[in-house]
């Protein structure tokens, strides 16, 4: 399938330099100026304004437009273009071409709008990512749903994409992950001991601990806490995998911290990092001001290793290794980015909270440090997410608290319990990353129309409950004549071309969200058509329900492959 608004770029561009070649416009390098939808239906389909032109041509927008349109070759999705003022140039999708376009979305199928952008490059997504402790919490999985939506996005524009998980298994939340369940096994054998209030205090550590004591009894007592540590972490990770694959999500790797110490990548990379100019030693930063050397005098703090991060726009040095040789959380940041970039890919995708908007800029510094482009590095942040249950009691919504150690928390499986799966996914995606998510399970689970998941996914569904008539009466759209069709029709084709135009933008944006705001347009396009668009009524002639059963064969297609860019199903019935 073809992306028009590109299709008249080129054809625009080729134009211009036809004008400038004859002299009837001055030479100038041709800037991209994009053709998109104009704000009104009644301005065409796409619009190109050559008021970008005006200063670099001298002229007068509107006679730019015209010398423009003059030395067009003949379109065949637009016999016809239209000047308005004050100087753009206005494309009509012709009806004939958009009749077209049925065959040829059924023809394409389930790769409808398949692009080549990045003409089968490597590409990674890292996404979740978070610590084996607990189980994913709905702060998680909006994260999950928006970065397995950008990996979908990337193979539709023709990626060869890598799901990965950095696997955080190191530092103080394991070594406190460990004794946590190690006093939950003792308190399971009937000792009297507590846990610290900054252990983890959920109940999923209880429910392993009892099944220790019933599989080894009391055998564990002088197990150190690294044991216990690796047998959580082991269950954790398990339902973490079991949890993420009930809405579709699947990794392709999955990358060990600890790793980059048993390897001793960290170290490799900090003294490529001095090597470079870049790493010092000082108990406090280079650029300490006064009293911020007296504070370090009086604590008496030691000599650290520092990360001249400040030389690339930072506003501190970052400290890499403690005064006692543990390494900060940065050091690791930067060797794993640097294995990533070493790994080959063109495009390297964070999915992170806001919360690491700091730490994504300083290892963009440390990666320019090793001597390395940090380009291909893209970071999308997620805004908070609050899930949020009516009070009956106070007549107001609140919020539940998420905290892991606490145990006081909603987890995706309860989310999908509550919901669905596909409601789920749709709504982390419905909005952008960049705000903040009220996840209302009142709303999502709604069976109406008021509800964009029952909304969109019940085009589908009409489409097949269509499909299952048309069968049961022995009846198909073998030799259908699309001249039949009627502009409502063709007022949904319209609106499904600029599938690849959403695939293009969202991928070369990183805004996955883009596509579920796509698809509830689409649905607002197509319920009115089914409404006013009948089949298989007695009132309909034969020829025309060909010719409408097979639109409605296209419109299915355009749908599945909407719903599962979302990675949501495509149910036949609801």
């Not at 809405?247 to 960290?266: G, P, Q, R, V, Y």
């Not at 482009?373 to 908070?384: E, G, K, T, Y």
């Not at 319920?527 to 419109?555: N, W």
Request: with cysteine.
């Amino acid at each position: 399938m073809k992306l028009l608004n590109k299709e008249l770029e080129k054809a625009i561009e080729g134009a211009i330099q036809a004008a400038q070649d004859s002299g009837e416009l001055p030479p100038f390098e041709i800037p991209a100026i994009p053709v998109s939808a104009p704000k009104r239906a009644s301005q065409g389909d796409l619009s190109y304004p050559a008021m970008g032109l005006a200063k670099l041509a001298r002229k007068n927008p509107l006679e730019i437009a015209r010398m423009i349109v003059a030395k067009l070759p003949a379109l065949d999705f637009a016999p016809e273009l239209q000047v308005a003022p004050p100087g753009f140039i206005n494309c009509f999708i012709a009806s004939d071409y958009l009749k077209c376009q049925i065959d040829a979305i059924i023809a394409e199928g389930e790769a409808l709008f398949q692009l080549e952008i990045g003409c089968g490059k490597p590409a990674q997504v890292e996404f979740v990512s978070a610590n084996p402790s607990g189980p994913i919490t709905i702060g998680h999985t909006r994260g999950a749903v928006v970065g397995d939506a950008m990996a979908r996005l990337l193979e539709a524009a023709g990626y060869d994409v890598q799901r990965e998980y950095y696997y955080n298994n190191a530092g103080n939340q394991m070594f406190k992950l460990g004794n946590s369940l190690k006093l939950r096994y003792r308190q399971q054998l009937g000792d009297v001991v507590e846990l610290p209030p900054d252990y983890y205090q959920g109940e999923y550590l209880v429910d392993q601990a009892a099944d220790l004591v019933a599989q080894h009894g009391d055998s564990l007592r002088g197990e150190s806490w690294e044991f216990f540590r690796d047998a959580a972490e082991a269950r954790m990770f398990d339902w973490i995998k079991r949890s993420l694959a009930s809405i579709d999500i699947k990794h392709d790797a999955f990358f060990n911290e600890t790793s980059l110490f048993a390897s001793e990548t960290i170290w490799t990379v900090l003294d490529r990092m001095r090597k470079n100019g870049h790493v010092y030693e000082a108990a406090h930063w280079e650029g300490a001001d006064e009293d911020e050397i007296a504070d370090v005098k009086a604590k008496g703090y030691e000599p650290a290793t520092w990360f001249r991060s400040s030389s690339f726009g930072d506003e501190k040095d970052r400290v890499m290794v403690k005064s006692d040789g543990v390494p900060t959380y940065t050091l690791p940041d930067i060797a794993y980015h640097c294995d990533k970039l070493e790994r080959g890919f063109d495009i390297a995708v964070n999915v992170l909270g806001t919360d690491h908007f700091s730490q994504a800029q300083v290892v963009k510094h440390g990666i320019r440090a090793l001597g390395m482009d940090p380009a291909p590095i893209h970071v999308i942040f997620n805004q908070m997410v609050r899930a949020v249950r009516w009070n009956e009691k106070r007549g107001e919504y609140e919020a539940v608290k998420q905290s892991k150690r606490a145990g006081d928390f909603d987890t995706l499986d309860d989310l999908v319990e509550m919901t669905s799966a596909d409601a789920v996914r749709y709504h982390m995606l419905a909005r952008s990353p960049n705000s903040q998510l009220d996840f209302d399970v009142d709303q999502v689970v709604k069976q109406s129309n008021d509800n964009p998941v029952y909304y969109i996914q019940n085009a589908y569904v009409r489409c097949a409950g269509i499909f299952r008539e048309a069968e049961e009466r022995g009846f198909d759209d073998a030799g259908a004549d699309l001249a039949l069709l009627g502009e409502g029709e063709l007022k949904f084709i319209r609106k499904a071309l600029e599938l690849g135009n959403v695939i293009e933008q969202a991928v070369i944006n990183y805004e996955p969200h883009k596509i579920a705001f796509f698809a509830q347009e689409l649905a607002s396009v197509f319920h009115p058509v089914y409404d006013q668009v009948r089949v298989l009524h007695s009132e309909v002639p034969a020829d025309t329900a060909k010719a409408r059963l097979r639109f409605y064969r296209a419109a299915a297609v355009v749908f599945y492959r909407v719903l599962r860019l979302m990675g949501m199903s495509a149910p036949e019935r609801m």
